[in-house]
Structures are given as C-alpha cells and as structure tokens.
C-alpha cells in the first residue's frame, strides 16, 4: 500500500506565491501527478512529474524528490480563482499483473484572499 | 472535443436498491477509471478497464461491478445500497495505460442513499 500526505488546509494572499506539498511513501513509484479541483467540480490535470527536477508550466510549477519521496506544487502571482483543492495522486505498481494505478492524497483546500 | 460524460448527474436511492452509473469517456480514450469521493475519505480508487477488461480493482466489497464496453463506455453497479455508499463517483479516462497518462475526469454522478 502507500500513504500520501499533504496539508489539509492553506491561506494565501493575492498576488502571492505559496507551496503546497505532498510526501508519499510507495513500493514501484511511476509517476506524481497534481490536478486541481473547485468546489462542486471534477478534478483537471496540472502537472506530471515521474523524474526529479522542477516542471513549470505558466504559474504552475510542480517539483520531485524520488529519493525523499516528496513532490510540491508552487504557485505563482496567486489569483482568487485558485482557491480550490489541490490533489497529489501518486501512481504505484499494483498487482501481479504490473499495471499502475493513481491514489490520491486527501488534498489541500487553498484559500487566496484579497 | 467533447470532454467525459457521466449520466445521471444526480441520483436519490434508498437502502437496499441497486443503481448503474454510465460514463463515455473522451473519444479515442481507451482507459476508464472509476472513484468514489467522500469529504471524508476523499477520492478512493474502484476499479480500470481498458479494451474491455478489468486491469486493476480497489478495496472495495464486491457490491461494487462494472464492465466497459467495445466503444470504451462504461458502467458501474453498485447493488444491495447501504447508507455509506452517498459519496460522488467519477469517471476518468485516459488514452491508454502509461504511467505518463493523466487522468481526464467527467463532473461526476452524486448518489444520494436514503
């Protein structure tokens, strides 16, 4: 099995940059992803990361540590609309078969005020 | 392109009821994940299909089914409803089963159980 971890709960203010991060613990890692999901919506994808180093991706950036286990998702230049959850879902093998499959942290609920 | 498709968006059973949930899948994905999200639990893996096979399932009872279809449709049944099954089940599909595949969700069936 695996465990992933993130912060439950994180304030912001506009304009701002804040970090939100994610530790996991897993037997055949192939992969972090991170989506973002507003209340009452389905999760949309944001990043991927599957070798250690940063991605960035507008003001988006997502980081990997294969070795610490520890992936986080920096955001940039904060707007009110992303106030939303944000989820970390690791993919893990699974299985005799081999075949992978995402769990998904319980997400940070990030709140951006003016 | 049309994005995932879940029917019905809203769906009232009462205990002891079976109930089929329908998703189609983005056209040309191939791969459908199901998930149950609960405040509580936050979003649990169910089951995988690709080309109409099951290639992974959950820690989920076997009251929990579903199957896909040779146009990548898929359905999942939950029979014998109890109270814990209220959450909001998503659809995800992807192209294939990579590990570099995101997830592309459709805006979910929120099942209510009286």
């Known amino acids: 099995g695996q465990n992933i971890d993130q912060p439950t709960e994180m304030t912001a203010t506009e304009g701002a940059i804040v970090q939100i991060n994610c530790t996991y613990q897993?037997?055949?890692?192939?992969?972090l992803f991170w989506y973002q999901q507003h209340a009452g919506e389905a999760p949309t994808f944001l990043s991927y990361?599957?070798?250690?180093g940063l991605e960035e991706k507008g003001r988006f950036s997502s980081f990997l540590s294969r070795s610490k286990g520890y992936s986080y998702l920096l955001l940039k230049e904060l707007q009110m609309k992303d106030s939303a959850s944000y989820l970390c879902?690791?993919?893990?093998?699974?299985?005799?078969?081999?075949?992978?499959?995402?769990?998904f942290g319980r997400g940070t609920s990030l709140i951006v005020h003016p | 392109k049309a994005g995932v498709t879940q029917t019905p968006r809203y769906l009232i059973k009462t205990r002891g009821q079976q109930v089929t949930l329908s998703c189609s899948p983005i056209?040309?994905?191939?791969?459908v994940s199901w998930y149950q999200q609960t405040p509580g639990q936050g979003l649990q893996f169910l089951f995988e299909?690709?080309?109409?096979?099951?290639?992974n399932k959950g820690n989920f009872p076997g009251r929990f089914s579903g199957r896909q279809f040779s146009n990548s449709r898929s359905e999942m049944n939950v029979s014998t409803l109890e109270l814990g099954d209220s959450a909001l089940y998503l659809c995800?599909?992807?192209?294939?089963?990579?590990?570099?595949?995101?997830?592309?969700f459709g805006d979910g069936t929120r099942l209510s159980i009286l």
């Open positions: 995800a599909s992807s192209l294939g089963v990579e590990g570099n595949q995101p997830q592309h």
């Open positions: 897993t037997s055949g890692f192939n992969g």
């Open positions: 990361n599957v070798l250690d």
């Open positions: 879902a690791v993919r893990d093998r699974h299985g005799s078969g081999g075949s992978y499959i995402p769990t």
């Open positions: 056209s040309g994905h191939r791969s």
């Open positions: 299909y690709f080309s109409e096979t099951q290639r």
